[in-house]
């Protein structure tokens, strides 16, 4: 059985900072591109980080040198490392592994910034 399970999110005060898991099941998780997304409520579902099977990543501008994602095939876990946390990042966030045409996500886990 796929799957995929975030978990790390939670209240945290501006300023702080969170460390997200996805942990995978049933797939050959390190043949898989993996990318966090976020999503706050009544917005789309936007891009924040992404890591190939190499271990390049990229970020999303508006969160470089405050995010690094980062991956450890033998355990199938992915990780979104979030630093210097702002409000503007409370949202919904959500990983997904991709390879070819197959695609899988979480179910998310919700990160809230505030005081």
């Known amino acids: 059985q796929v799957q995929l399970v975030e978990s790390g999110g939670g209240l945290v005060q501006p300023g702080g900072s969170l460390r997200l898991s996805c942990v995978a099941s049933g797939f050959a998780f390190s043949s898989y591109t993996v990318t966090w997304y976020c999503q706050a409520p009544g917005k789309e579902r936007d891009l924040v980080a992404s890591?190939?099977?190499?271990?390049?990543?990229t970020t999303t501008d508006s969160v470089k040198g405050r995010f690094t994602i980062s991956r450890d095939n033998v355990k199938n876990t992915a990780y979104l490392q979030m630093n210097s946390l702002k409000p503007e990042d409370t949202a919904t966030y959500y990983c997904?592994?991709?390879?070819?045409?197959?695609?899988?996500w979480g179910q998310g886990t919700q990160v809230t910034v505030s005081l």
């Open positions: 997904n592994a991709a390879w070819h045409y197959f695609s899988y």
């Open positions: 890591i190939s099977v190499t271990g390049t990543s």
